[in-house]
T-cell receptor, first 113, second 109 residues
Framework: NAGVTQTPKFQVLKTGQSMTLQCAQDMNHNSMYWYRQDPGMGLRLIYYSASEGTTDKGEVPNGYNVSRLNKREFSLRLESAAPSQTSVYFC????????????FGSGTRLTVV | KNEVEQSPQNLTAQEGEFITINCSYSVGISALHWLQQHPGGGIVSLFMLSSGKKKHGRLIATINIQEKHSSLHITASHPRDSAVYICAVRSKGAQKLVFGQGTRLTINP
């Protein structure tokens, strides 16, 4: 089925460990996004990529890096995980920047202990 | 004050009731989105509005640009409508969406 695939679905890290969250979409969308969702708060944009070859900071970029590997793939890296990064992470894509037709991945639940 | 405020935060109703979820925002916008997040966590786009009203099945979304307000209505509600409904706006000239905190809807049989 066409959509956005995120891996892993669950992850537990120790403080200071690093990891990369993977995201791939097969809808030929130009724009991709990484959000985090925390209890009592709305989705917050971490980074986005308007098109292949470009990335930009969102609302809460500190502690994260991203790579738009190609048109399909957009990865999010935590270089040195902190407990404050415990959250649910969602990848999303859209045909163009912020247009209708957002498709979200199923999320990654990350716990940093 | 958040740029996007939703009300109520939680709503419980009986099957068949007419549901209204409200979204108010404080900035000029180019578009407003309604999203649905299922209990399992998946998020689905429902509507994008810049004016007027849109309908899809039992869901109706309206927006009043002058009053900076949007509503999502569900007619003949069903337990499968139980989810978190999220409002998000894109400010004019901005590159990102700003999300409300969501409204948790529970429909009891």
């Amino acid at each position: 089925n066409a959509g956005v695939t995120q891996t892993p679905k669950f992850q537990v890290l120790k403080t200071g460990q690093s990891m990369t969250l993977q995201c791939a979409q097969d809808m030929n969308h130009n724009s991709m996004y990484w959000y985090r969702q925390d209890p009592g708060m709305g989705l917050r944009l971490i980074y986005y990529s308007a098109s292949e070859g470009t990335t930009d900071k969102g609302e809460v970029p500190n502690g994260y890096n991203v790579s738009r590997l190609n048109k399909r793939e957009f990865s999010l890296r935590l270089e040195s995980a902190a407990p404050s990064q415990t959250s649910v992470y969602f990848c999303a894509s859209s045909e163009r920047l912020q247009t209708y037709g957002y498709t979200f991945g199923s999320g990654t639940r990350l716990t940093v202990v | 004050k958040n740029e996007v405020e939703q009300s109520p935060q939680n709503l419980t109703a009986q099957e068949g009731e007419f549901i209204t979820i409200n979204c108010s925002y404080s900035v000029g916008i180019s578009a407003l989105h309604w999203l649905q997040q299922h209990p399992g966590g998946g998020i689905v786009s429902l509507f994008m509005l810049s004016s007027g009203k849109k309908k899809h099945g039992r869901l109706i979304a309206t927006i009043n640009i002058q009053e900076k307000h949007s509503s999502l209505h569900i007619t003949a509600s069903h337990p499968r409508d139980s989810a978190v409904y999220i409002c998000a706006v894109r400010s004019k000239g901005a590159q990102k969406l700003v999300f409300g905190q969501g409204t948790r809807l529970t429909i009891n049989p």
